[in-house]
């Protein structure tokens, strides 16, 4: 591959999860929190500051739904540790480059992006 598909595959992926990232229900907060440090699913839905974080309240299995969402995206990556993978996620650097535009908040996605980035996620074939 040249440096010139490299370029324009990095901005599609870039395109792609910034678009997903507006309609996923996370603040910037959250994002920023996680530059810090790992989270796990549990420990966001058991959060008592949880809006703060978040647009709406969101069970375990939600989060980590969308979790792993985020890492098929590249923006999320599961934190490592001496036995392995563990359930906590870090930002990578391609999610920093996401989130490098916003820096009060992330737009909610109007009612045309999140149907699209439904199918994205949910039809991908189509």
């Known amino acids: ?68 969402w985020l890492i098929q995206l590249g923006v999320l990556r599961r934190e490592v540790d001496g036995q392995g993978l563990t359930e906590r996620v870090r930002l990578t650097p391609l999610g920093r480059d996401v989130l490098a535009i916003w820096t009060d908040a992330i737009p909610a996605a109007g009612p045309l992006l999140r149907l699209r980035g439904w199918l994205r996620r949910h039809r991908p074939r189509l």
């Open 1 to 68: 591959m040249n440096a010139l598909t490299d370029t324009s595959q990095d901005q599609n992926a870039l395109r792609r999860a910034r678009a997903a990232v507006r309609c996923l229900p996370f603040r910037l907060v959250f994002y920023q929190q996680l530059e810090q440090g790992a989270i796990s699913s549990t420990q966001l839905a058991s959060s008592s500051d949880w809006s703060r974080l978040s647009r709406t309240r969101l069970g375990w299995r939600r989060c980590e739904d969308h979790f792993i």
